[in-house]
């Protein structure tokens, strides 16, 4: 079946490090989405990508849909200790009428 | 303005019992979702409703039915529970399929 991975599973930072974490597909996605859950929380929306190629910023983070757009990437500059939570990135199921979402990438920030 | 409720927040099943766990969205949004997450497994879909009137099966349906009430309700029937369905569940709606889904605070089960 349809799969969404992402890679690491576990990262751990000194605050103003960066991070990267990268979601691959399967098949190709028609978008990506992007949410952050905190410890104890429920996930919440942070973007969408829908073009191939497209790299989108908010703040100090940077989304990117690769070409094939069967991957992409989030990478936060300079982490801070609000950044701390999982990250999910979110495709399209075969059928194309719901999200599959990858296991999540963990981010915790040291001081 | 609620956005997506869940209820009840916690729960405790002894293993064969039933219950349904409820979901309600006030944002007149056609798709509704429920997912569950356990550790180091992420978000796993187990059934879905595109729209009012439709309901298909996610990821890891078994073991669970759904009903669409209307277009606002969307419930998660577990109708003889194991320990393995012991997790968290989220409920959550969108707009429309491949729009931003806004997820419920979640119902934590176990089951013993």
């Known amino acids: 079946g349809q799969q969404v991975m992402q890679i690491p599973q576990y990262q751990h930072v000194q605050e103003g490090e960066d991070f990267t974490t990268y979601c691959n597909s399967s098949?190709?996605?028609?978008?990506i989405q992007w949410y952050k859950q905190r410890p104890g929380g429920h996930p919440v929306f942070l973007i969408q990508?829908?073009?191939?190629?497209e790299v989108k910023k908010q703040k100090r983070l940077t989304f990117q849909f690769g070409e094939a757009k069967k991957n992409s990437s989030l990478h936060i500059t300079a982490t801070q200790t609000t950044d701390v939570g999982t990250y999910f990135c979110?495709?399209?199921?075969?059928?194309?009428?719901?999200?599959?979402f990858g296991k999540g990438t963990t981010l915790s920030v040291s001081s | 303005n609620a956005g997506v409720t869940q209820t009840p927040k916690f729960q405790v099943l002894k293993t064969g019992q039933s219950m349904t766990l409820q979901c309600a969205q006030d944002?007149?949004?056609?798709?509704m979702y429920w997912y569950r997450q356990d550790p180091g497994m992420g978000l796993r879909l187990i059934y879905y409703?595109?729209?009012?009137?439709?309901?298909d099966k996610g990821e890891v349906p078994n073991g669970y039915n759904v009903s669409r009430l209307n277009k606002r309700e969307f419930s998660l029937r577990l109708e003889s529970a194991a320990p393995s369905q012991t997790s968290v569940y989220f409920c959550?709606?969108?707009?429309?399929?491949?729009?931003?889904?806004?997820f419920g605070q979640g119902t934590r089960l176990t089951v013993v």
């Open positions: 098949t190709t996605l028609s978008n």
């Open positions: 944002m007149n949004h056609n798709s």
């Open positions: 409703s595109a729209s009012e009137g439709t309901t």
């Open positions: 979110a495709g399209d199921n075969q059928a194309g009428t719901a999200l599959i």
């Open positions: 990508l829908v073009k191939s190629g």
């Open positions: 959550a709606s969108s707009e429309a399929w491949g729009s931003e889904a806004f």
